[in-house]
């Protein structure tokens, strides 16, 4: 059904009435969705978009379920969390059971949002503690609160950011493709490697004086550029971290709930269990519920006098919406299904891959995946310099070529095998052409290259099929037609020609920056 919307009139509206830095998707050509059912959403001229990217709408945007069950309980009774209500705590058990021991022995406090949970782990580890610092991960965004922001580099190393914190203090991302350490993520020595580094530089902090209470790190890397933490990794880092009496906290907003398909919790993959998790988007199905899970020990240290109270958080309304989003996860296999159809996303990416050399690394669990767009000139240059022909007119090849020889180089030699320049026009003009193909993926990382994934859980395979045959011919638009001098000289693709949506060029010259990816 189409609505009636003058999109040109809508975007003049918000931008004069609306926060003047809230941000837009797709920002030089912005979507008007106005219904969404499964993984697809609706714009309204009737277009149907595949949703690629909505990992807050977890089990399906607008779930029968979740929305009877939200429907029902509004028309009850909805009211603060100061009375007694069977269905909050039926749900804390429930949730707490998902959760390995001792976890699932220790308690929930239901918040609003991601940021909330952040924040309120932070309160708890400085309480368990005494101590004040935070570490974290480079390029990891926790929330939009002060506290939060402070510890989230994605957004203080930026513009309108006010850099570091003195009592934040940054690790490394334990990257295999792009990092200090290179190879596969599966090699714990690679893992080992980054744990010892930030172990050093946990230790060179406590030796200026200064305690961590807590190291916040997501269990797989989003706004990082979708990246899986190298086997051991945590396990490293988590001991490092408790060693010096600091706790060990999960941001699971983006990753948990099964997303990673093996395990409930992405943290479980890494052979870890955290002192405090915290959880978003997914929990509430799009519906405002975050909760922070923690360790009893913990949370009896917080336990301090000050009472909790959190006006909406586990209102009757969120618990029953949060109990249907995990009856339908396990009722609908959701977990085996993201690993089967996840897997086949990556496996195709990879295929697509072998013959189009701009994907480079491919990567994720489950249905949360990555894919690097990269510069081929980079292996075409090393396997000219190598001494092979010139007129190299499959990339593919070159990488195969530029690949053999490093490893013919040895093991030291390919330390020092720097991957391919990251090529982010390319990739926001796959995501860009994708789009108007009515597929939606997202683009981020540290230098805005990979191209993300993390559709809702019912993605098939089908959907599967769409994407990758989009991603071919959206690879196949954005590439000039003679792929040998792109070789010679890449640029970025001009977007307003390719594109032709000049009329909103100007405010996407405006809101580039701000160009939403969370
Ligand atoms: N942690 C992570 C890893 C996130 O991705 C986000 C949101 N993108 C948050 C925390 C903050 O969540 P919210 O927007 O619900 O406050």
């Given amino acids: 059904k189409a609505a009636s919307i003058d999109v040109a009139a809508l975007i003049a509206e918000r931008k004069r009435v609306l926060g003047y830095n809230c941000q837009l998707n797709y920002p030089w ?5 106005v219904r969404g059912e499964g993984q697809y959403l609706y714009d309204h001229e009737g ?10 709408c977890h089990v399906g945007h607008c779930h029968p379920k979740v929305v009877a069950a939200a429907a029902e309980q509004l028309a009850t009774l909805n009211t603060n969390s100061r009375y007694l209500h069977p269905t909050v ?24 949002s991601g940021s909330e949970a952040n924040d309120l782990a932070l309160r708890i580890a400085r309480a368990h503690t005494g101590a004040h610092d935070v570490a974290c991960v ?36 334990p990257c295999a493709y792009r990092g ?130 959190n006006t909406y958080g586990g209102n009757p309304v969120a618990a029953a919406v949060g109990q249907a989003v995990l009856r339908v996860v396990r009722d609908e296999g959701l977990l085996a299904k993201a690993l089967s159809v996840g897997g086949a ?85 796959i995501a860009q052409l994708m789009r108007e193909r009515g597929v939606l993926v997202a683009v981020d990382g540290p230098w805005g290259n990979v191209i993300k994934l993390k559709p809702p859980m019912c993605f098939s395979h089908a959907d599967v099929r769409r994407t990758l045959s989009e991603l071919e011919a959206a690879l196949k638009l954005a590439r000039p037609a003679e792929y040998s001098r792109l070789c010679e000289a890449p640029r970025p693709v001009p977007a307003a020609s390719r594109f032709a949506v000049e009329p909103l060029a100007a405010a996407a010259a405006a809101d580039g920056a701000r160009h939403s990816k969370l």
């Avoid at 998902?98 to 022995?105: E, G, I, N, Q, V």
């Avoid at 939009?144 to 203090?169: C, N, R």
Wanted: hydrophobic letters at 45%; proline letters at 5%; aromatic letters at 10%.
């Fill in 29 to 33: 050509q912005p979507m008007a969705v």
């Fill in 345 to 429: 996303l990556q496996a195709g990416f990879r295929a697509i891959g072998e013959a189009h050399a701009e994907i480079g690394d491919v990567r994720g669990m489950g249905l949360f995946v990555g894919a690097e767009i990269v510069k081929p000139v980079d292996f075409a240059e090393r396997a000219r310099a190598a001494g092979l022909r010139g007129d190299l007119a499959q990339a593919g090849a070159a990488r195969a070529e530029a690949e053999r020889l490093a490893g013919e180089a040895g093991s030291a030699e390919r330390r020092d095998d720097a991957p391919p320049a990251p090529w982010k026009d390319l990739a926001e003009a």
């Fill in 180 to 309: 200090k350490h290179r190879g596969k993520s599966s090699d714990p020595a690679v893992g080992a490697a980054y744990a010892a580094d930030a172990a050093a530089l946990l230790d060179g902090t406590a030796a200026s004086g200064r305690r961590v209470c807590a190291f916040f790190a997501e269990s797989m890397l989003s706004c990082g550029g979708q990246v899986v933490l190298p086997a051991g990794y945590l396990r490293g880092v988590y001991a490092a971290v408790r060693a010096q009496g600091g706790i060990c906290v999960a941001d699971e907003v983006q990753v948990g709930f099964g997303r990673v398909g093996s395990h409930w919790w992405a943290f479980e993959t890494q052979d870890v269990v955290p002192d405090i998790v915290t959880l978003g988007k997914p929990i509430g199905n799009g519906f405002p519920l975050a909760a922070v899970v923690v360790r009893a020990e913990v949370a009896r240290s917080f336990d301090n006098g000050m009472g909790y109270f």
């Fill in 47 to 56: 277009r149907q978009y595949l949703d690629g990217v909505n990992n807050v």
């Fill in 89 to 112: 705590v039926e749900y804390a058990r429930d949730l707490l059971s998902t959760f390995p021991a001792p976890l699932r022995d220790g308690c929930v406090f239901f918040v609003n």
């Fill in 138 to 173: 480079d390029h990891a965004y926790h929330g939009h609160l002060s506290s939060t922001i402070a510890f989230s580099p994605y957004k203080f190393d930026h513009a309108g950011g006010e850099g570091k914190a003195e009592w934040v203090h940054r690790l490394p991302i």
